[in-house]
C-alpha cells in the first residue's frame, strides 16, 4: 500500500536544498590608487564605508560565515567592523585577488555549500543580484557563476572573454588584454559564486601572473573552462551596481550613483521628490508613501519616514524616525532621534541623540534637545536647551529656558510635570523636578523641587527710579 505522502514533494528537477553560503569580502590590497592614508574599503559612499556596503550586501543572503581578508590595515578594518559576524584572515603582503581567497582558506572551513567571494571596494551591490548567482549555481548545479557588467567605458575593469558559443571561457585583466580584447565591453564585476570543490580546485593552480608577480582570481575562470567545468558570467541588470572603486574619481562616481538610486527607490516608493538633483537618500533610509521632501533635503544613516512626512529645505536628519505626518521644517539637525506623529520641528531645531518627541510635539527655531523625552503636546517653540530631561505631556517651555545639565562632572535630569509652564528664561538647575500643572515665573533659577500646582519665583524685586533719566541728562552745573 502506499504511504501518503506529507508535506510537499519535489519534483524530480527541483534543485536539492544546499548549505547557506559562505563569504569572503577581499580587502587587503593597499588601494594605492586612491592616494590616502585611509585603507581603501573604509572610504565612504553615502555615508557608509566601501566595505560595510558589500558587507552588508552580503549579509542578506544569511550566510553561515563571514570571511574578511585584511592586509597592513587590519586593526583599522577590525575595529570599523567591531560587533559583526565576520571573520578575519590575514593576507599580509598582498599578492593579488587569487592569493587573497587561498589565504582565507583556513577561515572559510570545509564542507559543500557555495562560496561568495566579493571584492571589497564594490558599494553598490545589492542582496538580490548576489541572491540571484546562489540560486542560478544551484539550480544548474554549476562549478563558478559571475558577475559581468557594461559599464559605459570598460577602462580597466578585466574582460569577460567568451567562446564563438558565448561561453565564459576567461577573464583578462586590462592590462594583459590584446587590443582585440581591450574592445570587449563586459567586463568583470569581482562578484563570484563557486562550489566549495571548484574554488579548491582553481586556487590549486592559480600561478602568478608575469606581468603583475599577483595571482589573479580572474584566472579560476579559465583554468575551470579548461577542466571543462560549468560556468555562467550573468549580466547585471544595471550596471551601476557593479562598479568598483580604485581612485577618487571612481569614488565620487559611486557616490553620485548611491545618489540617484536613493532617488530612483525613494519615487518608486511613493514619494515626492521636489529636486532630486539636491536630495539625498542613504542605502539604509526607509521611505512610505506620500512623504514629501524639498531641496536640499539629506536623510542619512537608519533613518525612517512614515507616510505623509514632510522635510524641508535643507534639514539632515541623521538615524532618525519621523512618524506619519510630521512636518520637519527648513535647516533642522538631528541625529538618533525619534519625532512623533504630526510633530513640527523647526526651522533651526537641533535634536540630539536620544530625543524623542511624541505625538503633536512643536519644537521650535534654536531649540536644541539631547537625551530627553518630550510627551504629547509639549511646546518648546524658541531658543532652549532641553538636555536630560523628560518633559511632560501639553507643557509649555518657554523662549530661553536651559536645563542646567550638567555640573562639570556629572549629568543630571530634569523631570517636568504634565501640563507645566515653564517662563521664558528660566533656568531649571538639574537634578530638579517641576510638578504637575506648576508655573516657575519668567527668569527664575530653579534649584529646588516645585510641587504640583505651585509658583516657582527667584527673581530680585524691580526697583522704579522716576524720573531718573531726565536728571541724568541734565547739564551738570559746577
Ligand atoms: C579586480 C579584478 C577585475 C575586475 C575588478 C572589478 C582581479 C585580478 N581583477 O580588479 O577583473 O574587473 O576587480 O572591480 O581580481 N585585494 C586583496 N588582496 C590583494 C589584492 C586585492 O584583498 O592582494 C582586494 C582589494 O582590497 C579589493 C579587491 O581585492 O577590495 C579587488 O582588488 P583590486 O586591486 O581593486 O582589483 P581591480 O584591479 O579593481
Ligand atoms: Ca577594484
Request: hydrophobic residues 40%; aromatic residues 4%; proline residues 5%.
Amino acid at each position: 500500500m502506499k504511504k501518503p505522502s506529507r508535506g510537499v514533494r519535489k519534483s524530480p528537477s527541483a534543485p536539492a536544498a544546499e548549505a547557506a553560503p559562505r563569504v569572503v569580502i577581499l580587502a587587503a590590497g593597499v588601494g594605492s590608487r586612491m592616494r590616502s592614508s585611509l585603507p581603501k574599503v573604509l572610504h565612504r559612499v553615502a555615508g557608509r564605508t566601501l566595505v560595510e556596503a558589500v558587507l552588508e550586501a552580503a549579509e542578506g543572503l544569511s550566510p553561515s560565515r563571514v570571511v574578511v581578508v585584511v592586509g597592513t590595515d587590519r586593526e583599522r578594518i577590525a575595529s570599523t567592523l567591531a560587533g559583526r559576524e565576520v571573520r578575519f584572515a590575514i593576507q599580509d603582503p598582498p599578492l593579488g585577488t587569487g592569493d587573497a581567497v587561498a589565504r582565507a582558506r583556513e577561515a572559510i572551513g570545509d564542507g559543500d555549500g557555495p562560496v561568495v567571494v566579493l571584492a571589497g571596494d564594490t558599494p553598490l551591490l545589492r542582496t538580490e543580484t548576489l541572491a540571484r548567482l546562489v540560486r542560478l549555481r544551484r539550480e544548474k548545479n554549476l562549478d563558478l557563476v559571475f558577475l559581468s557588467f557594461r559599464p559605459p567605458e570598460p577602462g580597466d575593469f578585466g574582460r569577460v572573454v567568451r567562446d564563438g558559443r558565448g561561453r565564459a571561457v576567461g577573464i583578462v585583466e586590462a592590462r594583459n588584454a590584446s587590443a582585440r580584447q581591450k574592445r570587449i565591453r563586459e567586463v568583470n564585476a569581482g562578484v563570484y559564486c563557486f562550489s566549495a570543490g571548484a574554488l579548491a580546485r582553481a586556487l590549486a593552480k592559480i600561478r602568478r601572473d608575469p606581468v603583475s608577480e599577483e595571482y589573479y582570481l580572474t584566472v579560476a575562470v579559465a583554468i575551470l573552462a579548461a577542466a571543462k567545468g560549468k560556468i555562467e558570467a550573468i549580466e547585471a541588470e544595471d550596471w551601476r551596481e557593479a562598479w568598483g572603486v580604485n581612485t577618487r574619481r571612481d569614488l565620487a562616481a559611486a557616490e553620485e550613483m548611491e545618489h540617484r538610486r536613493g532617488v530612483e527607490r525613494a519615487l518608486d516608493a511613493g514619494v515626492t521628490v521636489l529636486d532630486p538633483a539636491t536630495v539625498r537618500i542613504g542605502p539604509r533610509v526607509a521611505l512610505a508613501p506620500d512623504v514629501v521632501l524639498h531641496p536640499f533635503v539629506s536623510l542619512e544613516g537608519r533613518t525612517t519616514l512614515a507616510e505623509g512626512c514632510e522635510v524641508l529645505s535643507f534639514t539632515r536628519l541623521v538615524d532618525t524616525s519621523v512618524a506619519a505626518g510630521a512636518v520637519v521644517g527648513p535647516h533642522c539637525e538631528t541625529e538618533g532621534a525619534k519625532i512623533g506623529a504630526r510633530a513640527r520641528v523647526g526651522p533651526f531645531s537641533r535634536l540630539r541623540p536620544g530625543s524623542e518627541l511624541e505625538e503633536d510635539v512643536r519644537i521650535g527655531n534654536f531649540v536644541e534637545t539631547k537625551n530627553t523625552i518630550v510627551r504629547k503636546g509639549a511646546k518648546a517653540q524658541h531658543l532652549a536647551y532641553l538636555g536630560d530631561a523628560d518633559v511632560g505631556a501639553g507643557s509649555n517651555i518657554g523662549a530661553g529656558v536651559i536645563t542646567c545639565n550638567y555640573d562639570g562632572q556629572m549629568k543630571h535630569r530634569t523631570t517636568i510635570g504634565e501640563g507645566a509652564f515653564v517662563g521664558t528664561d528660566s533656568q531649571l538647575v538639574a537634578p530638579v523636578t517641576i510638578g504637575k500643572g506648576a508655573y516657575v515665573g519668567a527668569g527664575t533659577t530653579v534649584t529646588q523641587d516645585v510641587p504640583d500646582g505651585a509658583l516657582a519665583l527667584s527673581r530680585v524685586p524691580q526697583v522704579n527710579n522716576e524720573g531718573w533719566v531726565v536728571r541724568r541728562k541734565a547739564p551738570k552745573t559746577e
